[in-house]
């Protein structure tokens, strides 16, 4: 843990310097801790790699610590050089006179899987975020998105017949299937919403239960009824290829689509617009922070609690059409865990539709570089999900970053790290956005 | 709404248990299985008289010991820290990681030796129980010390288990799935020991100075603070008793099969989410949580023999049933009666 010590330490107050002139101080404060607890993570994860590098079983050492001579299996430099490396397609050659891998295009198998995974945390980031802000913690991201996929799919295969092939007839079926995923998707997201308003279930619970409700019911689905024939995997049929996402740029097997992502970032603006900009932004954001004050001010807080879950479920809804749209092409039973990686995209943006985005490319690159792992290290590429735990760990701890920043002698009053905010922002993630509330 | 079985008078039954919560549950399962018994005894050879035979079989019961060991004991576990006013959303992590480490230390002793006397399979509950304890002290510290959200540190709790215990297991075994190490502990043991954490879960919640000042440290921390008693200490005792319950669930659950299954959602599957639905269908009561966590294990177990049975019902759409069964209980009862403070961090005042 001691290298733990000056990442940590020291890079809040250099950072916060460079971006506090230029943003809003609780944003730049929440980037601050995001950024540090990155960096922590990373750390932690170097350490966890040398240990286990130590108890592992080889035959020679695969990095040797310099001074000491003890060896270890695992180079945990390299882990992180071929993790973030590799998400992009190893544009760095290692080890090579020149820096840079000449042959590297931008448009390679494994910057488009990173891509890929951004793409769609992009919808289940925002789906959880908007929950979030409403003060409502929908952890049924995950659900909202199964169910949607299967909307999708099964409606995108009963409208083909209908409609003629090609890029047309294609283009109408996918506005129409993931129209269908945020319908689906919405509708279940409104079932926890409208318990919580009208019988005041905890949603945390409800939602969980509904994510096992859908998986569980979905699966019986199509193993009775939309099974494709011949299949040996619990999915439906393929949807025609017209339907699909073309891939342009990317090849084929990245499962990547430009236009789907430059689909996510127009969600992502329009988001921000709503929530910041708009008289629905402004019920979802009071009732966030205090429900009971919003309802005094005239905001229906129930019906604010279901419009606000129903939005969050079309938004996963529309993350699983575009996974079926794009990555697989049919709904299958396996379905990632894209919701729940949604969760921990939004808690590492901080809510904010605009940092959904980069929050997304960073899990997006994690997924990428976990293959990497996988293909050119004997590290387990379990590793990757550790550190995912371990970012989320660390951001929702901001008190620490500010012990270590008063103790790295910031102290209060200078930019960003050290500042003490009004206790009211420590505690919690859920529609805490002093900051940014409307005068 | 309101349950209609609240209204019912029951002349003995309603001295006994006072709150009309409890009261509709009880009087809920005792009709349910009473038709059953009466119905499968009329029609032997019927749909009901097979699901009566499985409900009253000894096979069902002690598949159903089996399943409900690790959901009552992570549930009685999660009922310590949220009455303290930390709410453990992690147990499902505390049951993944004590899982995989008894595992591993069964593997190091050697099933059959000892070590100072102890046998393998007790020093791989303890070491179960080590693992699980350092890791919810972690989350302890975490949400008191540092003031962290307590759902978001739980997931995070949960998210790291989830990684690390088949990390290792790579390390370690080569594989996600550790060897099976051919030894499992037998099903009586385990009703034993859940019998025994309830009833000492309740005594200690109900009987003690500890209960009130664990109760207190939920509703009110402020009056707990002002008669002299330290908040963050009861808090912290709350959680890392979380964290030992967790543990010997999460032990007992690895060592009944004696092999650590990491792949998907590993072996626990989601029993630490069921164990917090199982505590608050419970209402925060030992003795609920216990009667709760055997009903969704019976209706799990009454599923797998279903199925051995022939009967063509998904089982999926069976396991589909406590979940549904939850969010109707919790939609007609509402709120459960969640501590006052829980979820938030208290301030101590100088």
Known sequence: ?439 | MRNPIADLSIPILDDLIESDYTRSLVVGVVVVFGLLGIVGAAFPDSVAGDLAGIAFSTSTATSTARLAAPIVLAGLGGIFAEKSGVINIGLEGLLIISAFVSIYAASVVGIGNSVLGIPALAVAFLAGIAASTALSAVFAVVCIEFKADQIIAGLAVWLIALGLAPFLSRVLFGGVNTPNLGASVGWRYFAALVVIATLGSWWLLNRTTFGKHLRASGENPKALDTVGVSVSRVRYAGVLLSGVLSGVGGSALALSIGQFVGSGETMVQGKGFIAIVAYLFGNYNPLGTLGAGVLFAGLDATQIRLQQLGYAIPDTLVQTIPYVVVIVVLTLVGRTQIPEAAGEHYETEE
């Open chain 1, 1 to 439: 843990m001691s290298d733990a010590g000056p990442d940590a330490g020291g890079t809040p107050s250099v950072v916060s310097r460079l971006i506090a002139p230029f943003v809003d101080r609780s944003v730049a404060e929440r980037l601050v801790i995001s950024v540090a607890a990155i960096l922590l993570s990373i750390a932690v994860g170097f350490v966890i790699v040398l240990i286990s590098g130590r108890i592992a079983q080889c035959s020679t050492a695969a990095w040797t610590m310099p001074l000491t001579g003890i060896g270890f299996c695992y180079d945990p430099i390299q882990v992180y050089v071929v993790l973030f490396n590799g998400a992009f397609g190893n544009p760095i050659a290692v080890g090579e006179p020149g820096l840079f891998n000449p042959n590297w295009t931008p448009f390679n198998l494994s910057l488009g899987l990173t891509l890929s995974e951004t793409t769609l945390l992009i919808f289940t980031g925002l789906s959880v975020a908007v929950a979030f802000r409403a003060g409502l913690f929908n952890i049924g991201t995950q659900g909202q998105l199964v169910v949607g996929a299967l909307a999708t799919a099964l409606t995108v295969i009963a409208a083909a017949p209908l409609l003629p092939e090609g890029p047309v007839g294609g283009a109408v079926l996918i506005v129409l299937g993931t129209a269908a995923g945020a319908v689906g998707g919405g509708f279940w997201g409104a079932i926890p919403g409208a318990l919580k308003a009208y019988a005041d279930a905890n949603e945390v619970i409800t939602t969980i239960m509904l994510n096992f409700v859908a998986a569980n019911v979905a699966y019986v689905l199509v193993l009775e009824v939309f099974r494709a024939e011949g299949s040996s995997v619990v999915a439906t049929q393929y949807v025609p290829e017209y339907a699909q996402f073309l891939p342009w740029f990317f090849p084929q097997s990245a499962d990547f689509a430009v236009v789907a992502l430059l689909v996510g970032i127009a969600f992502i603006g329009a988001l921000y617009y709503l929530i910041e900009h708009t008289s629905f932004g402004y019920d979802v954001r009071t009732s966030g922070v205090q429900a009971a004050a919003a309802e005094y001010g005239g905001v229906n807080a129930k019906l604010t609690t279901v419009r606000a879950m129903t939005l969050s479920g079309a938004l996963g809804g529309i993350g699983g059409s575009v996974w079926v749209l794009m990555s697989e092409g049919r709904w299958m039973a396996s379905i990632p865990s894209l919701g729940f990686d949604g969760i921990t995209v939004s808690i590492l943006a901080g809510n904010n539709p605009i940092g959904v985005l980069p929050a997304a490319f960073l899990f997006g690159i994690l997924k990428g570089g976990a293959l990497e792992i996988g293909f050119r290290t004997d590290v387990p590429t379990e590793l990757v999900g550790v550190l995912r735990g371990l970012i989320i760990l660390f951001v929702a701890m901001p008190e620490f970053f500010r012990m270590i920043g008063k103790y790295a002698g910031i102290g209060a009053g200078g930019p960003g790290g050290g500042v003490r905010t009004d206790p009211d922002e420590t505690d919690g993630a859920v529609g805490t956005d002093g900051g940014e509330a409307d005068a």
